[in-house]
Nanobody
Framework: QVQLVESGGGLVQAGGSLRLSCAAS????????MDWYRQAPGKQRELVAT???????NYADSVKGRFTIFRDNAKNMVYLEMNNLKPEDTAVYYC???????????????WGQGTQVTVSS
């Protein structure tokens, strides 16, 4: 069974930085896409950043230039480097991945437990 475990959240002042980590465990051949989502209180979960296996990345407009997603395929991990944090970045952050479970067969992972990021003004 595949599991995702996020870590690295915390309380930080506006303008500060945090690095989130997400580790995948279980049986699979490789990881295709790696995504970070966030959900603020009373809001829908939103896609923050995406990293694909060909090396391309995409970001929500609200975090462009401040957040960086990067991956370590050897360790089955994805990271989110967050700089110049703002109070509106406060949310629970989740990672999600698309796994290659067989040649040309892909499967999304379940959600992890998330990690809380709180940015004070």
């Amino acid at each position: 069974q595949v599991q995702l475990v996020e870590s690295g959240g915390g309380l930080v002042q506006a303008g500060g930085s945090l690095r989130l980590s997400c580790a995948a465990s279980g049986r699979f051949l490789s990881i295709s896409a790696m995504d970070w989502y966030r959900q603020a209180p009373g809001k829908q979960r939103e896609l923050v950043a995406t990293s694909t296996s060909d090396g391309s990345t995409n970001y929500a407009d609200s975090v462009k230039g401040r957040f960086t997603i990067f991956r370590d395929n050897a360790k089955n991990m994805v990271y989110l480097e967050m700089n110049n944090l703002k109070p509106e970045d406060t949310a629970v952050y989740y990672c999600k991945m698309v796994l290659t479970i067989a040649p040309y067969k892909y499967s999304p992972t379940p959600w992890g437990q998330g990690t809380q990021v709180t940015v004070s003004s």
